[in-house]
Each structure stands twice: as C-alpha cells, then as structure tokens.
C-alpha cells in the first residue's frame, strides 16, 4: 500500500511511546500499570480476559518446580518457609488445585522432602494442619491420576504422617479412603507400588479413634486389607495387613463380621502354609486367635 506524504509523515512522526505494546496500535485511552508500563485500556483488559498472563505464571511455576524436584533433596529447602505467611500457604494449595499433574507431581516431592529437614519441620504441620490441602492430595489418587502422581501422593502423605500434630487432619481431610483406594488398585498394577507405605502410613492413624472409625466405616476398608494378607509377592503388604486387621478386629464387632465374610480365615491359613517371615507368620496367629476367642464369646451371648 502507497500512503500519501500526510500519512507517511504521521507515521514517522509517532514516537514508539504514544504506541500501545499490545496492539502497536495508537494510544486511544491509555492506562498505566503499576509495572510503570502504559498500554490502551482496550488491549489490556482483552489480554487479562484471556488469561494470558496467568497461562505464563503457571508455565513459569511447572519449570521451576520441575526443576526443584530433580535437584530433590540436594536443594535447600529453608525458602519453604515462606509458607508461614497465610497469602503464600494459599498460593501453594491453589497451585495444587490448579497445576497440572507435572506441578502436583512436584509439590508432593517438595512434600515429602520438607519432613527431611529440622529447619522446614514447621512447614510440614502448617501443611499437614490445611485439610483443603489434604484433601487435594487425597484426591490425587482418588482420581486415579498418573502412577507417578499417585505414588508422589502416597508419599507426602506419608510424609506428613510423621508429625503427630497432623494425624487428626490427615483423616478428617480423607487420607484412609486416599490409601484403600491406592491399595485396592496394586492388586491390578505393576508388582512394584508403594503399597507398603501406604499401610504404614494407615497404622499410624490407627492411634487415632477417629483412624479406626474411617477404616470400619469405609464401604470396602476391610475387604480391601483380608485381599492384602496373603500377598505371595509382597511380604510387607501381608505382615502390615494382618497387623491393621488385628488393632480393627480387637476393637469392632463389625469389623470381625466383615473380615470373617469376606474370606479372612481362609486368607490366615494360606499365610500360615506359605514361606513368610517368622513375624508374619506370629501376627497371623494372634489374628487368627483374637478372631476365634472373640467368635465364641459372640456366640455364647
């Protein structure tokens, strides 16, 4: 296009400041930001609209967790501790709920690892103690999210588990149903899964009334661990099974009605004839006796 001497004067003469950055456009109605930078009124609410800005923040944050979490646990983790301040704790759960699974993926190694250190321990029970960030976490693995991101999940709430400042938190934002989720689904995966972490992590909230009422009340708690106690490939998942149905069975009628139901007495007696542990095989016959001593009382009433 040929423009007439007026216009390529004009065009000459506008200096690059009286042009938006956005639109290159003159400025009709300018604005100016706090950054200090002037954009057109109508340029600037369109690219906040869009979400542009946010879509950038949040790419900015996966790399820089990405990072973070390779580097895991040779980075320091004391800036953690800006977490203390009630605005950043919010930022660090509102990236769990909105990131990706790459971002989840990374805050529950960062998680994991802020128990590791004296220094960050604080963190960890201002994290444990947020049961909206519980459960996030939990959810994770609900959803049946990528095996990594499960097992990450796993994990940090293992983690968070070592403090017994946030076992009551850790049930009431769900970890037990998170946990007999991720046990149920080992039968179907691959041989290797933190299934024995997960149980672990399952009997130390069973110090707590309110651990033991979640795993009985759960629609499928107890059937999940009787399918858990003759596991042939994984003696960690056998021994910690028979240990949790053993503090449950002592304490709930119900609980013996439902393990008995579903198969457990069967399940003990393979236990039994299988080459386990010495200390397997002892727990399995103190469960087995505790169910029958308890079966005969119930009967005799």
């Not at 390529?8 to 506008?14: D, G, P």
């Not at 609209?49 to 923040?57: E, L, V």
């Not at 999940?153 to 938190?169: G, R, T």
């Amino acid at each position: 296009m040929i423009l007439s001497m007026n216009e390529a004067q004009t065009e000459l003469t506008i200096p690059h400041l009286f042009r938006c950055p956005i639109s290159l456009d003159l400025l009709e109605d300018p604005v100016t930001l706090t950054t200090g930078q002037t954009y057109d009124r109508s340029s600037i609410e369109k690219w906040i609209s869009a979400d542009s800005h946010q879509n950038c923040y949040m790419e900015f944050v996966e790399l820089a967790l990405s990072c973070i979490a390779k580097l895991l646990p040779i980075v320091n983790l004391e800036p953690l501790n800006i977490i203390k301040d009630e605005s950043k704790l919010k930022k660090f759960i509102f990236l769990f709920e909105k990131g990706t699974i790459s971002m989840k993926t990374s805050l529950c190694l960062v998680i994991d690892y802020s128990t590791t250190a004296s220094q960050t321990e604080e963190v960890c029970e201002i994290l444990g103690n947020s049961q909206k960030l519980v459960h996030e976490i939990v959810q994770v693995i609900v959803n049946k999210s990528s095996d990594n991101l499960s097992e990450a999940a796993v994990k940090a709430l293992s983690a968070l588990c070592s403090l017994e400042s946030n076992k009551e938190s850790l049930v009431k934002g769900g970890a037990i149903d998170g946990i007999i989720r991720y046990i149920s689904r080992c039968d179907n995966t691959r041989q290797k899964n933190l299934a024995p972490l997960a149980m672990a992590t399952m009997m130390k909230l069973l110090v707590l009334e309110s651990g033991k009422e979640a795993l009985v009340n759960h629609v499928n708690g107890i059937e999940t661990l009787v399918k858990m106690v003759f596991k042939v490939c994984n003696q960690e998942c056998s021994e910690s099974a028979v240990g949790i149905l053993s503090i449950v069975c002592s304490d709930f009628g119900s609980a013996r009605e439902v393990a008995i139901g579903a198969g457990v007495l069967s399940q003990l007696l393979f236990l039994l004839q299988s080459q386990c542990g010495t200390k397997t095989k002892t727990k399995a016959r103190m469960l087995l006796k505790l169910l029958r001593s308890k079966w005969s009382e119930e009967s005799m009433h």
